[in-house]
Structure formats: C-alpha cells, structure tokens
C-alpha cells in the first residue's frame, strides 16, 4: 500500500514540472504533496519551480522578431568565420 502513495524524487520533480504547465493530474498532484511532507529536497524543488513560475509569468520580456533572430544568427556565423 505504501508504494501505491510514495513516489521517488525523480517522479516527484517530474510531477512538479508538469504542473507548472497544468499537465499533472489530480492523482499526481496529491502523490506530490504527500512527498512534500517528508523530503526537504522536494519541498525546496517546488518551492523554487513556483517562485520560477511566477517570475516567468509577471516578467515583461520582448522577444526578438523571427527576422531580427535570422540577422542576428548571420552575424554570429560571419563573426565566427571571420575568426577561424
């Protein structure tokens, strides 16, 4: 019974990583938690996947554009070839 609620770490981090993209189930979730309860490393992984999360989603980044990534990818190799 005890293997049908625990989780290994590496399961734990993957379930964590999932929720961050709303992919985990129910199940999954509630297994996380119970592993919360008892694992430091865990604990201090979702912790650290959440401040991620949030910081990811309230940052105001600007992407370049699909063009200036293709400027900017010819200049490197031009630099990169000039230099060999």
Same mark, same amino acid.
């Given at each position: 019974?005890?293997?049908?609620?625990?989780?290994?770490?590496?399961?734990?981090?993957?379930?964590?990583?999932?929720?961050?993209?709303?992919?985990?189930?129910?199940?999954?979730k509630f297994?996380?938690?119970?592993?919360?309860?008892?694992?430091?490393?865990?604990?201090?992984?979702? =912790?650290? =996947?959440?401040?991620?999360?949030?910081?990811?989603?309230?940052?105001?980044?600007?992407?370049?554009?699909?063009?200036?990534?293709?400027?900017? =990818?010819?200049?490197?190799k031009k630099?990169?070839?000039?230099?060999?």
């Amino acid at each position: 019974m005890s293997k049908f609620f625990f989780i290994s770490k590496k399961d734990a981090f993957h379930i964590c990583d999932k929720s961050q993209y709303k992919e985990s189930t129910i199940w999954e979730k509630f297994k996380l938690m119970i592993r919360c309860l008892f694992c430091d490393a865990t604990r201090h992984y979702v =912790n650290r =996947n959440t401040k991620l999360t949030e910081a990811i989603k309230t940052s105001k980044l600007d992407c370049l554009s699909h063009h200036e990534r293709q400027l900017l =990818n010819e200049r490197l190799k031009k630099k990169l070839k000039d230099e060999v």
